[in-house]
C-alpha cells in the first residue's frame, strides 16, 4: 500500500459498519498499491490488505504493491476463497463499478457474507499529494513543447486529422506515455461541436481552430484545450473568444479551498450569459483530472462539495454557435490555501497564426 492513502479508505469501513472492502476499479486500486496491471481485486480490511490478481501478473504485483499477493484462476472464485479463509460478514463493494453479473457471481460464491454497495470510493483520489501533482505537472509540460512543435503545421488547407496525429507524435516524442484521449480538432463549423474529435476536413482561412488534448506521465494525465485563428478573422470571432477567455480567468480567480463548486461554475456561467451567450454554453465548467482524464470532482450547476486544498479539475468554459463557430479555452488548476495554481501552461490569449 502507498503509504497514508488506505487511512481514508479504511474510514468508510466505519461509516459503513464493515468488516471489509474489496477494491475492483483499477484506478483506484493503482492509487493505493501502485499495481499498473489490468487484473486485480483488493480486499482492505481495518488492520490488512490482500491483492488479487492473476498468474500473468504475480510478479508485478508483489514488487508493485508490497502487498501479500494471491493469484487466481478465476476471480470470483478467488476472492470468495480469500473472504471464507477470513471469515468475513459484511463486505463493502464498489458500486460503482461492480457489474450485475459480477456480483451475481460474488454473492453465488459466498452466500453468507452480506454485501454491501459503497458509492465514495472514486472521492478517494480527489485530493492529490506532492507526487501526484508532480506527475500531472510534468504531462502538462508535455503538452507545451508538443504545441511549439506543430504549430508550423496549422495553416489552411491542413487535415485536422493530420493535425491531431502530429499532436499526438510529438507528445510521445516528449515523453508521453500515450495520447489522454481521442484529440478534438475542430475548425470553423466544427468548433459549434464541443466533442468534435478530429475529421478529413481541411482548415480555411478566417477559422477559429480549437484543440482540445493531453498525455499521461507516470499514470496520470494532462487535459487542456486552446483555440486559435487561423488568418484574420471576424469581429464576432474574435468577441466570442475574449468572453470566453474572460469567463475562464473570472472562474479561476474565484477558486478558493471551501468555495461550493457550483458557485465557481456560476462565476463562468452567468458571465457567459450576461453576454447574451448563455444559451449556448450546455456542458459542466470543469472535472477532476488524475489517475482518469474525467474523475471526480465535477464542476456544474448540480455539482455537490466544495474546493479543497489538493484538488485538481479543469476550468473550461466554451460558447458553440452551430453554423458559425466555437470557443473553448481549458486549464487545469489545484487548489491551494492561498486560491489555485494553473498546472497547464500553453498561452490561452488570442492568437492569430499566419495563414
Known sequence: MIKDRGIAARDILGIHGLDALLFTDLYNIRYLSGFSGTDAALLLTATDAWFLTDSRYTTQAVTETGLPVRTHQLKSVGIANLLQELALKRVGFESDDVSFTFYTELHSAVPHVEWLPVNETNRLRSRKDADELNCIAQAAEFNVSAIEAILPLIVSG??????????????????????????????????????????????????????????????????????????????????????????????????????????????????????????????????????????????????????????????EPGIYLPDVAGVRIEDIVAVTDEGCRVLTRVPKSFTVLPN
Open 158 to 315: 491542413a487535415r485536422e486529422s493530420d493535425i491531431a496525429l502530429a499532436l499526438e507524435i510529438a507528445l510521445r516524442q516528449q515523453g508521453g506515455e500515450e495520447k489522454g484521449f481521442d484529440f478534438i480538432v475542430a475548425s470553423g463549423v466544427r468548433g459549434a461541436l464541443p466533442h468534435g474529435v478530429a475529421s478529413e476536413r481541411k482548415i480555411g482561412v478566417g477559422e477559429l481552430l480549437t484543440l482540445d488534448f493531453g498525455t499521461r506521465f507516470r499514470g496520470y494525465y494532462s487535459d487542456e484545450t486552446v483555440t486559435f485563428a487561423v488568418g484574420q478573422v471576424s469581429d464576432h470571432l474574435r468577441r466570442l473568444h475574449a468572453i470566453v477567455l474572460e469567463a475562464h480567468d473570472r472562474a479561476i480567480a474565484a477558486v478558493q479551498p471551501g468555495r461550493p463548486l457550483r458557485e465557481i461554475d456560476a462565476v463562468a456561467r452567468d458571465y457567459i450569459a450576461a453576454q447574451g451567450y448563455g444559451d449556448f454554453f450546455g456542458h459542466g465548467l470543469g472535472h477532476g483530472v488524475g489517475l482518469q482524464v474525467h474523475e471526480w470532482p465535477r464542476l456544474s450547476p448540480r455539482a455537490q462539495g466544495v474546493a479543497e486544498v489538493g484538488m485538481v479539475f479543469t476550468v
